[in-house]
């Protein structure tokens, strides 16, 4: 069985246990203390040198980074909808898995890292950047049911927990229908899990 390397409160982590249950792919959850600092020490360095969760080890392979987590799992478990091959669809896809690691990471991600977290970034950046990239998401969502298709992808995946979580971080949803609808049409895909709330920031 995998096992997953996880924190609950990690929207990387969320989007790899989110491709897990979109598949129906069997596996062991192992929460990693990370405020006890437990993904720099040894153990869990010999599972990812970076010293950041999420990880998986599928029967000895083992792999870290989410978004190529959910790439390995589409690709091993899932069927070709999740990761089409055709050029323009491959590279749409890759276009979006990046603004997952850049602008939303830089967005709505670290404005919530100040909330959840108290971690030290400008919480006023954050949300500059998480207007221009939602700005941008819900222009393309309104022409457009998913991120690089007309059918749900790897992409939608890994941009999903950031952006539903956006409210956490002061980050307000409800001047981007489109990107709600967005949310919406994910959540209810058979075997959606959510990422569990914290009490911080706006109502969502
Ligand atoms: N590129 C990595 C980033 C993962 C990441 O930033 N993980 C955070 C939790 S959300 C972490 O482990 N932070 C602990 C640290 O940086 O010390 C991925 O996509 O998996």
């Known amino acids: 069985m995998i096992k997953f390397y996880r924190f609950p409160l990690s929207g990387h982590s969320h989007r790899v246990e989110l491709m897990l249950n979109l598949l129906g792919v069997a596996y062991e959850g192992i929460d990693v203390d990370l405020a006890g600092g437990e993904h720099k020490k040894e153990a869990f360095l010999n599972i990812n040198p970076f010293g950041v969760i999420p990880a998986i080890d599928d029967n000895g392979f083992v792999l870290a980074d989410s978004n190529a987590i959910i790439l390995y799992l589409v690709k091993k478990y899932g069927d070709a909808s999740w990761l089409p091959n055709d050029a323009e669809t491959a590279a749409n896809i890759q276009r979006w898995l990046t603004v997952s690691s850049s602008e939303i990471a830089r967005g709505p991600a ?28 819900d222009a393309h969502l309104g022409k457009q049911a998913f991120l690089a298709a007309d059918s749900i992808t790897i992409a939608d995946i890994s941009a999903y927990s950031y952006v539903a979580h956006a409210p956490e971080g002061d980050v307000p949803l409800n001047l981007y229908p489109n990107v709600q609808a967005w949310l919406a049409r994910i959540e209810a895909q058979d075997g959606f899990v959510p990422m569990p709330k914290t009490a911080v920031g706006l109502a969502a």
């Not at 670290?110 to 939602?134: C, I, Q, S, T, Y």
Request: aromatic residues 4%; glycine residues 8%; proline residues 0%.
């Open 110 to 137: 670290a404005a919530r890292l100040v909330n959840v977290f108290g971690a030290g970034l400008d919480h006023a950046d954050a949300l500059k950047r998480a207007e221009a990239v939602l700005t941008v998401m």
